[in-house]
């Protein structure tokens, strides 16, 4: 069968091209990709090339097709399976594999595996790990942002806390608490906005900071705080850069407790720092920025860790548990996934965006892999629509959604490209 990919053959190296895939195993399943998401973590791929932990070092003659936020259609089971899948079934994935101690991982590690095509081979591991789930939703980019929704989950679920009366911890943010999410009105942050107004352990209090008054207002706009006060949540919004003695002023905010969990969005020093000396008596601060820099580091208070029980630790990725939760969130209407999309294109957008991610401003780029699209920005819809009817079309169903995008869009541009859930 062909194939269209994005193929990384190296650093900085990524190619749109049709090849042939092999006939697949008795353990294998094929599948057609339907949308793939991009990932700041597939950008850090690209730069690194072979010295990435998850690439092979052969990509020069054996390229890996890039991206691991996927969903679409299986196709064809190979016989192992054929109990357990069927031809037709939509699915969504896992793409944090650990086989056998291997960091192999698809978009990542594999020739014939990732979400940047229109077709891929998913190989034994996927499935012997659990990681291929059928998916019952009604949107195909709702199954790709589950991945990096799993990641929020998992955040919120790998926080701990302690007490002096015993050694056991109480596993996941602290009920009834303060959280503040830094650097949080990006894709990721939203996310994690989306899912801690809901999460059993709800917080009192969850505070998102930036430095950008139109993230920001952008931000206020897809969660707001009114919707977030009628889950029982205070949800500010906030720019420290505006802010003369931002420790002060935001512990102030909590009635100077602190924060019981901090999260740290972004990969920088001083923001880490500033987490820091936000935290409250047996506070948690979650690192969950992933850096590229392996040396990357910051000062933190260990005459704190150790008298007032402050915990450092740091997530990555999420598991099999916190992407099902995440499908099961989403197609519940209990979590908005579209909160992080601000782009959306085809195919042919892939390798230019993902070689220029961190140039792009707004949030998640989400792409479909069975067409040809530039890469355009939810806020050009309108301009666009006054010339082109399909963003005519797209427009008025996203300005009556907040802005977002949603099942309704994904339908539009199915049927204006003649492309069909069918396999």
């Not at 900085?12 to 990709?33: A, C, G, H, S, Y």
């Not at 801690?196 to 209090?205: A, D």
Request: glycine share 10%.
């Amino acid at each position: 069968m062909k194939a269209k990919a994005v193929r990384m053959y190296g650093t900085r190296d990524l190619r749109l091209e049709e090849f042939e895939l092999p006939q697949i195993k008795d353990d294998e399943i094929l599948v057609k990709v339907m949308s793939d998401s991009i990932c700041m973590s597939t950008y850090k791929l690209v730069e690194q090339g072979k010295k990435h932990k998850r690439a092979p070092q052969n990509i020069d003659t054996n390229p890996v097709i890039v991206g691991h936020e996927f969903a679409g259609i299986i196709v064809e089971v190979g016989d192992k399976w054929k109990d357990q899948f069927k031809p037709g079934q939509k699915f969504a994935q896992q793409p944090a594999l650990n086989y056998k101690g291997r960091l192999d991982s698809p978009g990542y590690s594999y020739e014939f595996c990732g979400g940047a095509t229109t077709y891929c081979i998913m190989p034994h591991e996927v499935m012997e790990l659990g990681c291929l789930m059928p998916y019952e939703g009604d949107a195909f980019f709702e199954a790709s942002l589950g991945e990096p929704m799993s990641c929020c989950i998992g955040g919120f679920r790998g926080n701990y806390h302690t007490n002096k009366r015993n050694h056991d911890h109480a596993i996941g943010t602290k009920e009834d608490g303060n959280i503040i999410i830094l650097g949080g009105c990006g894709p990721m942050g939203l996310g994690a906005v989306s899912y801690g107004i809901q999460f059993e352990n709800k917080p009192k209090r969850i505070v998102v900071t930036d430095i950008s008054d139109d993230r920001i207002a952008r931000a206020k706009e897809v969660i707001t705080p009114e919707y977030a006060k009628e889950q029982g949540v205070e949800l500010l919004y906030v720019n420290t850069a505006s802010m003369a003695d931002p420790v002060k002023e935001l512990i102030d905010l909590t009635e100077g407790h602190g924060y019981d969990d901090v999260f740290v969005y972004i990969p920088n020093r001083q923001v880490a720092e500033l987490g820091d000396k936000l935290l409250a008596f047996d506070g948690c601060l979650n690192f969950f920025a992933g850096p590229t820099d392996n040396q990357f580091s910051a000062e933190m208070n260990l005459y704190n860790c150790h008298y007032t029980s402050s915990h450092i630790m740091g997530t990555t990725g999420g598991n099999n548990d916190d992407l099902i939760e995440a499908n099961t969130l989403a197609a519940a209407g209990k979590i908005e996934p579209a909160v992080m999309v601000t782009h959306v294109g085809g195919i042919d957008s892939i390798a230019e965006a993902t070689l220029n991610l961190p140039k792009i401003p707004g949030g998640k780029k989400l792409t479909y892999t069975q067409f040809d699209m530039p890469l355009t920005a939810i806020e050009d819809f309108a301009k666009l629509g006054e010339t082109d009817p399909l963003f005519k079309k797209l427009d008025e169903v996203c300005s009556a959604n907040r802005g977002l995008w949603s099942a309704e869009a994904e339908r539009i541009l199915f049927e204006h490209f003649g492309v069909t859930d069918e396999i």
